[in-house]
């Protein structure tokens, strides 16, 4: 067998600050031969940032996390296993802060960056992604825009420099715009008429209204048409700056090396509307659901796809946990409570589950199925009962301990690659969860008892207002002995 | 929750990491930019497989890879749709559902239960050549995987009431796909190329047939196919290979080999002429697609059908992207994908989504010129060079993860795909040039031997998610 390099060791714990001098003679994973004199030349002035080291055990490695002068926080992970090196940007810019009525900003923003830059059009731009080998792609969610590149490692300066150029002189060039409005509209008019996309839409919208998460990210095609190139220049002018923005870099590079590609190709973006910055309010999240069963009639169809829930909890809600654990108990896994019940024992569905949609913001927690339509009553009766039995006795202490090792024992399954981990960073630091996080995460979960994940779960479910979305043929399943009003066209 | 596995994402996981295989990568715009690796373009992957062959004919395959913090664990039985016969289509992946219903060491849930239990995962998937059991687990938590394949490879216990039960949650599996109108047109593009070949079914079975299947059936289908001699195991994460070998004698060595008959799949005959197919169902957007018989890895054309396909399709820009989407847009999704790992010959097909207000006829139209471009004259030599560094760099990429190099072994050996088809994988996409790509273009891109699938929107409906028919996951 051929020799391998040996293992990264994380020697040391969480928060130790030192000096990025220090830091930048001291780290583990030197190269063979220093960076080109050409890449230091290009470097901005030096500045002192502190770097705060903390381990990732799960990967064998840790994060490398400092500040640059303009603000941009900066992560960076040696992974040398392989010759390459994934980088995330995210940047505080997702759906949620579309304007109102102008759903899908964000992410038409996003979906435009590599199509024209100060420097390069869109051909040029083409040309270069594809000629490294790599990927760099661009898109929207709810809590932000992420800008994600994957190539070998001696490509990684190419689409840093390209990415660097996107977030921050992005063009729009007008052609460019029309053909992926155009493009975006056609999906969307698709997706739309899709049960699953159909049923997930109406079924936020219905309990968040105007709120963070109450329009797709996507946008609707009715409220891309409302879209200039104009709202496009003012959303990035007012959210894509480095002091909202995280930098990972993760894979085959030393601490040393990703603190110098991010000054190189971050450490000149600016703010430039630093004074003039938005100040508008954030969306307000408080809005009072009506509940109800809302049917919508495909009459085409043999499975109905069923959405239901309840306005849930944000990340940060100190119940989290205990919700968690709730959840896999009732219905987040294939052991799980509902599972068994309606799939293991009366066969009805192909899948049921629960979901705790619980972000930056407040999403719901729901159960979605998919079922013959005749059978849609019956599983709605069984999933009643379930979650009536759930929300009044606290469940047994071998089902927490199941799931709670489950949790912690499933946790590098999260991050078992280099770009998933780097993904998993740019969620960390959205939701404000801190780089303690890997080493926290396992604490946090011992901590659940049955009887705290039952108040959890009561928290969720009771004197909530809960709202029905079937999607399925409406005379089947008022056949079957559904009853349901048509959705609201709008708000 | 369903799990899907393109095969698209195989076909890039083609891992050269079981060589020291020095690749050189060049990139016109980036010579000197090379901080982050100082080695410079070349890569040199060291990571060796170890294969094992036992008297009762079982295969161990084991890669170990020190920097992955969990372990897959994967057994591979080379049994698929592609040996099922008329009227019992379906069988394979019934049969696999029917491997998490219990034996008596581990009865009905348990399998998940323990699994689960340790934070791990555990599925499995039926194609045309194979059907799959795999566990990803913590690397100290092997025993389990173990425990549970060497016992339901012989003890399956097949309940009649279990069978009934079953039969109920593959049968809301295929309505699913009955509702989704592009599932449809793929469906039917298959069968209607296939005329004779079991390819010709799809993986999951017609519905009839899943209907009549019985529990006699199907464990006569299970003593045919499940045996050590007709299964591989593979295992990719840290792990040390003698101690599993040992640990594999363990807990297989006891069962004994079993007698495998020959199956008798007839070849699909060459096509001489056009074929058509349309599905017309509610939808918002129309599709066509395009399929061209193919051969595969045991092909010297193989190499240079995957270069062309990522010069059809293979980034922004592709021949497809340029054409259908950005320049001349008609299409929101235009694609052209081949698989060489398949046991017989395949397909290359092409697909394209149609904007607003086009029709099929007119992406065909769209989709003809390309053909014929590439048919007629060479590819530009960037595109060339970009298209195959693309090719190797996903395979670079592909070696991080675990379960997707486990894939990549698994399926090998069931296709019987021999070890050299990797060892000069490199080197074969390296030098496949423009001539060979006009040549096989010209080969296979032909009317004669083209099947043509049109989806007409009737009205509004559902969003089409493109995959192939193959596989299914429980």
Known sequence: ?491 | MTHRFPRQVLLGSLLVFWLALPITLISPQNASADTANPSGSSLKLSLLPQVHHFKNGLTLVTVNDPYSPTLTFQIWYRVGSRNEHRGRTGISHFNEHMMFTGTKKFPHGKLDTLINGVGGHLNAFTDYDFTAYFENVAPDKIDLPLAIESDRMTHLLLSPDQVERERNIVLEERRNDYDDPTQKLVEKVYSTAYAVHPYHNPVIGWEKDIQHTTRKDILNYYRAHYMPNNATIVVVGPVDDRTLVKKVRTYFGGIPRGHLAKSRIPAEPAQHHLRMTVVRKPAMLPITMMAFHAPNFRSRDAMALVVLAQVLSGGRTSLLYQDMIYHHPVAVDAEGSYDPLTHDPGLFYFYAQGLPKTSPPLLRKRLDAVIRKVRQTRVPADLLESAKKQILTQFVMNQESAFGMGMLLGMMSADRVPMTYLTDYVRKIQSVTADDLLRVARKYLRSSNETVGYLFPTGPVRHPSFSRPGRIVR
Request: proline share 9%.
């Open chain 1, 1 to 491: 067998m051929a020799p391998l390099k040996s293992l990264p060791i994380a020697r040391t714990r969480a928060g130790v600050l030192f000096s990025s001098l220090i830091f930048l003679s001291a780290c583990a994973h030197a190269p063979a031969s220093a960076p080109s004199a050409g890449t230091e030349n290009k470097k901005p002035a030096q500045v002192a940032e502190s770097v705060s080291q903390y381990p990732v055990p799960a990967m064998h490695t840790s994060i490398y996390a400092t500040t640059l002068a303009n603000g941009l926080t900066v992560y960076v992970v040696p992974r040398p296993d392989l010759p390459l090196i994934s980088f995330r940007i995210g940047i505080r810019a997702g759906s949620a802060e579309d304007p109102a009525g102008k759903g899908g900003t964000a992410a038409l923003a996003a979906s435009l960056l590599g199509k024209g830059t100060r420097n390069h059009d869109a051909p040029a731009i083409f040309r270069i992604v594809d000629g490294t080998g790599g990927s760099l792609e661009a898109s929207a969610g709810r809590d932000f825009t992420t800008v994600s590149g994957d190539s070998l490692s001696t490509e990684t300066p190419t689409l840093l420099s390209l990415a660097s150029e996107m977030v921050s002189s992005p063009t729009f060039p007008p052609q460019e715009f029309d053909r992926e409005k155009t493009s975006s509209m056609a999906s969307l008019i698709d997706a739309e008429s899709h049960p699953g996309p159909k049923g997930t839409n109406l079924f936020y919208r219905l309990l968040f209204g105007h709120g963070p998460y109450g329009h797709p990210p996507s946008g609707t095609s009715g409220s891309l048409k409302g879209i200039s190139r104009g709202d496009l220049s003012d959303f990035v002018a007012a959210h894509y700056r480095p002091d909202r923005s995280l930098l990972v870099l993760a894979g085959d590079l030393t601490p040393k090396e990703g603190l110098s590609l991010a000054r190189q190709y971050f450490g000149q973006w600016t703010s430039p509307e630093l004074a003039a910055r938005s100040s508008a309010p954030p969306r307000a999240s408080a809005f009072s659901p009506k509940p109800g069963v809302f049917l919508v009639d495909k009459p085409e169809l043999r499975q109905s796809t069923v959405f239901y829930g309840t306005p849930g909890i944000a990340r940060q809600d100190p119940s989290f946990y205990n919700a968690l654990v709730f959840n896999m108990v009732l219905g987040a896994t294939n052991t799980s409570t509902l599972n068994r019940v309606i799939r293991q024992k009366m066969g009805l569905v192909y899948y049921i589950h629960t979901g705790l949609d619980a972000e930056r913001h407040p999403g719901p927690f729901l159960v979605n199925f998919q079922t013959h339509a005749p059978n849609t009553k019956k599983v709605l009766t069984a999933m009643d009962k379930v979650l009536a039995e759930a929300a009044n006795s606290p469940p047994s202490p071998e089902k927490v301990k199941a799931v709670k090792d489950q949790l912690v024992g499933g946790f590098p399954f999260l991050m078992n690659t280099t770009s998933k981990l780097a993904s998993l960073l740019l969620v960390v630091w959205s939701d404000n969860l801190g780089l303690t996080y890997f080493t926290d995460y396992p604490d946090q979960v011992s901590r659940v008892t049955p009887e705290s994940a039952l108040a959890a779960g009561q928290h969720l479910l009771r004197d909530k207002p809960f709202v029905t979305v079937i999607v399925g043929p409406r005379k089947t399943l008022e056949k079957a002995g559904i009853k349901g009003q048509s959705p609201p066209a709008s708000f």
